[in-house]
Antibody, heavy 114, light 107 residues
Framework: EVQLVESGGGLVQPGGSLKLSCAASGFTFSGSAMHWVRQASGKGLEWVGRIRSKANSYATSYAASVKGRFTISRDDSKNTAYLQMNSLKTEDTAVYYC??????WGQGTLVTVS | SYELTQPPSVSVSPGQTARITCSGDALPKQYAYWYQQKPGQAPVLVIYKDSERPSGIPERFSGSNSGTTVTLTISGVQAEDEADYYCQSPDSSDTYVFGTGTKVTVL
């Protein structure tokens, strides 16, 4: 069974940093692209970014709203993906989901910038 | 920036058919995906590659593509189908876009 468990959310001040983790199990993590998607309270889904597999050179791509501030990485030995968030803004407040190939999703972790 | 436009809401009686549209210029060239999200829960993929249904998704969910508009159809709507629905598609610049979302209300 695919399981994705996000952690690392919390309260941070504007301008601060936070690093989210996504622990994966139940599928071949090393061969899968991992995405991060966020959702502000009462709002729709917003794609944040993606990291591809080693076979695809760990290529990353980001939404314009976070490019240059957020960085996605992965550790295939730990079956874990990461989202490093710097220069946080109040508008980054949201539940952050990790998803494998945008098919299976974790339950999310709340980030509050205030 | 690229946008996918959905109607804000759709209302349907139990047993009837709900159709949710999603419009975007890149849809003739890219596959569309549909997600169901119930309050307090993570999204669930219900349709991929325009019209494919993942295992475990009821047959009443179907998808179609007609150029710049894709449609999610829920046939024989049940009370448990009340949820928000989002379309999603890649764009030409290696990024991904979600639709504006549609709230389906079962009367």
């Amino acid at each position: 069974e695919v399981q994705l468990v996000e952690s690392g959310g919390g309260l941070v001040q504007p301008g601060g940093s936070l690093k989210l983790s996504c622990a994966a199990s139940g599928f071949t993590f090393s061969g899968s692209a991992m995405h991060w998607v966020r959702q502000a309270s009462g709002k729709g889904l917003e794609w944040v970014g993606r990291i591809r597999s080693k076979a695809n050179s760990y290529a990353t791509s980001y939404a314009a709203s976070v490019k240059g501030r957020f960085t996605i990485s992965r550790d295939d030995s730990k079956n874990t993906a990461y989202l490093q968030m710097n220069s946080l803004k109040t508008e980054d407040t949201a539940v952050y989901y990790c998803t494998v190939t945008l098919s299976r999703w974790g339950q999310g972790t709340l980030v509050t910038v205030s | 920036s690229y946008e996918l436009t959905q109607p804000p809401s759709v209302s349907v009686s139990p047993g009837q058919t709900a159709r949710i549209t999603c419009s975007g210029d890149a849809l003739p060239k890219q596959y569309a995906y549909w997600y169901q999200q119930k309050p307090g829960q993570a999204p669930v993929l219900v349709i991929y590659k325009d019209s494919e249904r993942p295992s475990g998704i009821p047959e009443r969910f179907s998808g179609s593509n007609s150029g710049t508009t894709v449609t999610l159809t829920i046939s024989g709507v049940q009370a448990e189908d009340e949820a928000d629905y989002y379309c999603q598609s890649p764009d030409s610049s290696d990024t991904y876009v979600f639709g504006t979302g549609t709230k389906v209300t079962v009367l």
